[in-house]
T-cell receptor, first 116, second 112 residues
Framework: DAGVIQSPRHEVTEMGQEVTLRCKPI?????LFWYRQTMMRGLELLIY????????DSGMPEDRFSAKMPNASFSTLKIQPSEPRDSAVYFC??????????????FGDGTRLSIL | KQEVTQIPAALSVPEGENLVLNCSFT??????LQWFRQDPGKGLTSLLL?????REQTSGRLNASLDKSSGRSTLYIAASQPGDSATYLC???????????FGAGTILRVKS
């Protein structure tokens, strides 16, 4: 089975540019999560979706960040305009709901973003 | 606000040793607790998930325990191997387990 697929793996861009990160969740999973990992703050949840609907975006740092999930197999995280402090590794994860037991989240390999 | 602390921050052991990684959390009203492994340049891999009603979970050489009332969890690794070298992250689940609050991790190095 293919896992969570993220693209690009690496992105280097200049301050002020728009950045779009992409994620394909595991087929059949109805939850999708976006995280950010930095040395200073560790791993933080930015936003999560259930059945393509945003449920909690309280972790989104600023209005410069936006996320969409137009269908069950695709999500984007956009930063516009980007700033050097947005440099981090961004992870996407997905999971499924099971009425019997909790299911773990499955993570992609991340996008390493560097804003110059 | 939930805070998750992991001790030690780093650990170096010779191959074959049994070891314990510790995780503590400030709010005991959790839905579940998960242990993840992260290899350099990679995403997180789920190792064990303990539901709030459970006391422990086992998978192979790994055993995780949960004491919700005291806000503690431990990950026990038996007979460590060089392949176990990685960062181990503890995360408590809130809101039906959908919101994970992570600790900073323990960097483990197993020397051959």
């Amino acid at each position: 089975d293919a896992g969570v697929i993220q693209s690009p793996r690496h992105e280097v861009t200049e301050m002020g540019q728009e950045v779009t990160l992409r994620c394909k969740p595991i087929s059949g999973h109805d939850y999708l999560f976006w995280y950010r990992q930095t040395m200073m703050r560790g791993l933080e949840l930015l936003i999560y979706f259930n059945n393509n609907v945003p449920i909690d975006d309280s972790g989104m740092p600023e209005d410069r960040f936006s996320a969409k999930m137009p269908n069950a197999s695709f999500s984007t995280l956009k930063i516009q305009p980007s700033e050097p402090r947005d440099s981090a590794v961004y992870f996407c994860a997905s999971s499924s709901w099971d009425r019997v037991s909790d299911q773990p989240q499955h993570f992609g390999d991340g996008t390493r973003l560097s804003i110059l | 606000k939930q805070e998750v602390t992991q001790i030690p921050a780093a650990l170096s052991v010779p191959e074959g040793e049994n070891l314990v990684l510790n995780c503590s959390f400030t709010d005991s009203a959790i839905y579940n607790l998960q242990w993840f492994r992260q290899d350099p340049g990679k995403g997180l891999t789920s190792l064990l998930l303990i539901q709030s009603s459970q006391r422990e979970q086992t998978s192979g050489r790994l055993n995780a325990s949960l004491d919700k009332s005291s806000g503690r969890s431990t990950l026990y690794i038996a007979a460590s191997q060089p392949g176990d070298s990685a960062t181990y992250l503890c995360a408590v689940g809130e809101e039906y387990g959908n919101k994970l609050v992570f600790g900073a991790g323990t960097i483990l190095r197993v020397k051959s």
